[in-house]
């Protein structure tokens, strides 16, 4: 079975006043819900990161959570299946839709 399953990272050591988070969906084969959050887990501490930025400090994308794992179920036939939805509040869009200034 295939489960969609979301992964939040969040930076660490960055110049900037607030921190960034990475909210990423991923697509996990596994046998239940429990095998899929533990597969994404492992997934996401394999991801953590650090490099220099280019203002001299050192940046750590750091695992935070695995959030949401959902069973994706797809139609046979169909050109386009959803895989991930989210409701958002009209800040949450506005957040979204703003450039990140580096």
């Keep these: 079975m295939t ?15 607030d921190p960034l988070w990475e909210y990423s969906v991923v697509l ?8 899929a959050e533990r597969k994404a887990y492992d997934f996401g501490r394999h991801h ?10 050192q940046v750590r994308w750091k695992f935070n959570a695995v959030h949401k794992v959902q069973p994706v179920i797809p139609k ?3 050109d386009i299946t959803e895989v ?5 509040r009209d800040d949450e869009v506005r957040s979204i839709l703003e450039p990140i200034d580096d």
Aim: hydrophobic fraction near 40%.
């Design 3 to 17: 489960f969609a399953v979301g992964i939040l990272m969040k930076s660490q050591g960055s110049s900037r006043r």
């Design 28 to 35: 996990v084969k596994a046998n239940d819900a429990a095998e």
């Design 48 to 57: 953590e990161s650090s490099y220099v930025a280019a203002d001299g400090n």
């Design 76 to 78: 046979e036939e169909q």
């Design 84 to 88: 991930f939805s989210l409701f958002l």
